[in-house]
């Protein structure tokens, strides 16, 4: 079974560019978590979906952030303008709510540089 | 608010000397406490979830335990690929998962 594919793997861009981070889910994976982890720190929690519901953005900074999940399987995290404390590694997590185990499946993550 | 701390924040082992790592957590309505490897360039890897006080877990060379205010990872007799940062999270009674900072485990042959 395939695990949460993430792309890009890498991505770097100049400050105030667009970048848009994309990630497909464990089949029948109802959850869906987008992550960001800076160097040397634990993962902090951007937004979650439950299906096509966003049930916790509070810590995702609007002004320029915005994610989508649309049909309720890949998700789209974006960055409009980007700025140079945005690099880090994003990351795509999914759990299913049936089995109810809380454990999370990640992905590889996207590694962005802002230059 | 909740809160994960763990410590230390990196730990130096040569092949075979055990060692424990500890994650204290504040967290309001605990509903599971988490145990992540995480290699370089690599997303977090599950190896344990503990429900309750007194609980206990295994997998090869690494058993994890649970008190009401903190958890250990205890890695024994730990081999070279056992190096990797390891990282411990509590989930929240909001369906959130609060992750600590993470141990940077070294093991040298």
């Known amino acids: 079974e395939a695990g949460v594919v993430q792309s890009p793997r890498y991505k770097i861009i100049e400050k105030k560019q667009p970048v848009a981070f994309w990630c497909n889910p464990i089949s029948g994976h109802n959850t869906l978590y987008w992550y960001l982890q800076n160097l040397g720190q634990g993962p902090e929690l951007l937004i979650r979906?439950?299906?096509?519901?966003?049930?916790?953005d509070s810590q995702l900074p609007k002004d320029r952030f915005s994610a989508e999940r649309l049909k309720g399987v890949d998700s789209t995290l974006k960055i409009q303008p980007a700025e140079l404390g945005d690099s880090a590694v994003y990351l795509c997590?999914?759990?299913?709510?049936?089995?109810?185990?809380?454990?999370?499946?990640f992905g590889e993550g996207s590694r962005l540089t802002v230059l | 608010e909740d809160q994960v701390t763990q410590s230390p924040e990196a730990l130096r082992l040569q092949e075979g000397e055990s060692s424990s790592l500890n994650c204290s957590y504040t967290?309001?309505?605990?509903?599971?406490l988490f145990w992540y490897r995480q290699d370089p360039g690599k997303g977090p890897e599950f190896l344990f979830t503990l429900y309750s006080a007194g609980e206990e877990k295994e997998k090869e060379r690494l058993k994890a335990t649970l008190t009401k205010k903190e958890s250990f990872l205890h890695i024994t007799a730990p081999k070279p690929e056992d190096s990797a940062t390891y990282l411990c999270?509590?989930?929240?009674?909001?369906?959130?998962?609060?992750f600590g900072k993470g141990t940077k485990l070294s093991v040298k042959p």
């Open positions: 997590a999914s759990s299913s709510y049936r089995e109810n185990t809380g454990e999370l499946f």
């Open positions: 999270a509590a989930g929240g009674s909001q369906g959130n998962l609060i």
């Open positions: 979906y439950e299906n096509e519901e966003a049930v916790d």
């Open positions: 967290v309001s309505g605990l509903r599971g």
